[in-house]
T-cell receptor, first 108, second 115 residues
Framework: AQRVTQPEKLLSVFKGAPVELKCNYS??????LFWYVQYSRQRLQLLLR??SRESIKGFTADLNKGETSFHLKKPFAQEEDSAMYYC??????????FGEGTQLTVNP | GAVVSQHPSWVICKSGTSVKIECRSL??????MFWYRQFPKQSLMLMAT?????????EQGVEKDKFLINHASLTLSTLTVTSAHPEDSSFYIC???????????FGPGTRLTVL
C-alpha cells in the first residue's frame, strides 16, 4: 500500500544541536509530500511542502527519490521547536495520508 | 490562510446516543472539507471527504451510515456519530482547503467520549 512512514516516535535533542526527523514513502510516482506540525495545545498546521522547496522556521526537507525519503532537517534546534511532527502525503482529491508522527523534544 | 472552528470542543455522551460535531470555515468558502479521527497516541486517519451540495466520499472501512456527513453550505460541514459506542471515543478533526489549494487548514478538534 502507498503510505508514509516515520520510524521514530520520539526524538530528543539538545538546544543548538542538529535535528533530522525521518520520513519515508512508498509510492512509484512523484508524491506530493508535506510536513505538518502540532505544537502543544494547538491545532495542526502546515510547516512546509516539498513542491515549494522553502525553508520555514529554519526547517528544510528535500525529496530524495532514490531513497524515497523526505526527511525534515534543522541545523540548530530551538526549544520552541518541541512539537509533534507529521509527514503527510497528498493523494487524489487533496486527501492527506499521515505518518505516525514524531514527538520532538528539544532540551535546554 | 483559512480559519476553521469546531463545535463543541468536547462532548461526553451515553452509549447509543447520537452526537453532532460542527466544522465551520470562518473566512473562506470551502467546497471541500475533510474529517479525520485520531485515537490516543496515534496518527490522524482520514475518514471522509465532505463535498458541498453532494454526498460525502468515505474512506475504506468507514461506515457511512454510522458517520453521517452533511455539507449544506460553503462554510459548514457536520459530522454526526450515530448510535455512538465507547469504541467511537476519539478526537475528531476537520480541515478545509484555503485560498492556496495545496494547503489544508485544520480545526482545533472535538474530543468525543462515549460512556
Amino acid at each position: 500500500a502507498q503510505r508514509v512512514t516515520q520510524p521514530e516516535k520520539l526524538l530528543s535533542v539538545f538546544k543548538g544541536a542538529p535535528v533530522e526527523l525521518k520520513c519515508n514513502y512508498s509510492y512509484s510516482g512523484s508524491p506530493e509530500l508535506f510536513w505538518y506540525v502540532q505544537y502543544s495545545r494547538q491545532r495542526l498546521q502546515l510547516l512546509l511542502r516539498h513542491i515549494s522547496r522553502e525553508s520555514i522556521k529554519g526547517f528544510t526537507a528535500d525529496l530524495n527519490k532514490g531513497e524515497t525519503s523526505f526527511h525534515l532537517k534543522k541545523p540548530f534546534a530551538q526549544e520552541e521547536d518541541s512539537a509533534m511532527y507529521y509527514c503527510a502525503w497528498e493523494t487524489s482529491g487533496s486527501r492527506l495520508t499521515f505518518g505516525e508522527g514524531t514527538q520532538l523534544t528539544v532540551n535546554p | 490562510g483559512a480559519v476553521v472552528s469546531q463545535h463543541p470542543s468536547w462532548v461526553i455522551c451515553k452509549s447509543g446516543t447520537s452526537v453532532k460535531i460542527e466544522c465551520r470555515s470562518l473566512d473562506f468558502q470551502a467546497t471541500t472539507m475533510f474529517w479525520y479521527r485520531q485515537f490516543p497516541k496515534q496518527s490522524l486517519m482520514l475518514m471522509a471527504t465532505s463535498n458541498e451540495g453532494s454526498k460525502a466520499t468515505y474512506e475504506q472501512g468507514v461506515e457511512k451510515d454510522k458517520f453521517l456527513i452533511n455539507h449544506a453550505s460553503l462554510t459548514l460541514s457536520t459530522l454526526t456519530v450515530t448510535s455512538a459506542h465507547p469504541e467511537d471515543s476519539s478526537f475528531y478533526i476537520c480541515s478545509t482547503g484555503g485560498p492556496s489549494t495545496d494547503t489544508q487548514y485544520f480545526g482545533p478538534g472535538t474530543r468525543l467520549t462515549v460512556l
